[in-house]
Antibody, heavy 123, light 110 residues
Framework: VQLVESGGGLVKPGGSLRLSCAASGFTFSRHSMNWVRQAPGKGLEWVSSISSTATSIHYTDSVKGRFTIFRDNAKNSLYLQMNSLRAEDTAVYYC?????????????????WGQGTLVTVSS | QSVLTQPPSASGTPGQRVTISCSGSSSNIGTNYVYWYQQLPGTAPKLLIYRNSQRPSGDRDRFSGSKSGTSASLAISGLRSEDEADYYCAAWDDSLSRWVFGGGTKLTVL
């Protein structure tokens, strides 16, 4: 079971970036997926989640209207489209799988995590 | 400021038992499961404890979790140098309708 993120980099404030997460070793289409970020030297912050069929999507308040999570089950891939980026979005972004295929809020956990991709928003 | 409160640091000597606390409220720890993640230096977080006290199959029997009311704790027995890491608690918050994490505890093995 493996998750590999890509797409991070340096972007100016107000700019856009799309992160990707390639999944392998499990039936991707059966699991909800998440993005969790970690600002430099800081703790973990859940960013967004998407259900297996993309019918249920959630965001943390600070990224609502700016970030869009989506997935392509045929390509075993998860994405995060980030627009109107701000300095405070600077972080390592991890994709993480919901371990159980079907479970209600709080009943699941993140396992595994990808290695992360660094997003730096700076002029 | 994190929704869940953890001490920023903890320490112990090899072989010792160390406990890390995680304090929340009725909308998160009080009504939902607690999860613990270990983040070794320079690596991604990894699940350590799920649903308050369950360990992933296989290893890590030196790690145990517990919950009481709106607080939870992680205990590490037989401390080893390789346990040096950041430890995070997490829970679903019913009021915020999102996952919340503690600020993390940096464990140092002296």
């Amino acid at each position: 079971v493996q998750l590999v993120e890509s797409g991070g980099g340096l972007v100016k404030p107000g700019g856009s970036l799309r992160l990707s997460c390639a999944a392998s070793g499990f039936t991707f289409s059966r699991h909800s997926m998440n993005w969790v970020r970690q600002a430099p030297g800081k703790g973990l912050e859940w960013v967004s989640s998407i259900s297996s069929t993309a019918t249920s999507i959630h965001y943390t308040d600070s990224v609502k209207g700016r970030f869009t999570i989506f997935r392509d089950n045929a390509k075993n891939s998860l994405y995060l489209q980030m627009n109107s980026l701000r300095a405070e979005d600077t972080a390592v972004y991890y994709c993480a799988r919901d371990f159980i295929e079907v479970a209600g809020p709080g009943l699941n956990w993140f396992d595994p995590w990808g290695q992360g991709t660094l997003v730096t928003v700076s002029s | 400021q994190s929704v869940l409160t953890q001490p920023p640091s903890a320490s112990g000597t090899p072989g010792q038992r160390v406990t890390i606390s995680c304090s929340g409220s009725s909308s998160n720890i009080g009504t939902n499961y607690v999860y613990w993640y270990q983040q070794l230096p320079g690596t991604a977080p990894k699940l350590l404890i799920y649903r308050n006290s369950q360990r992933p199959s296989g290893d890590r029997d030196r790690f145990s979790g517990s919950k009481s009311g709106t607080s939870a704790s992680l205990a590490i027995s037989g401390l080893r140098s390789e346990d040096e890491a950041d430890y995070y608690c997490a829970a679903w918050d019913d009021s915020l309708s999102r996952w919340v994490f503690g600020g993390g505890t940096k464990l140092t093995v002296l």
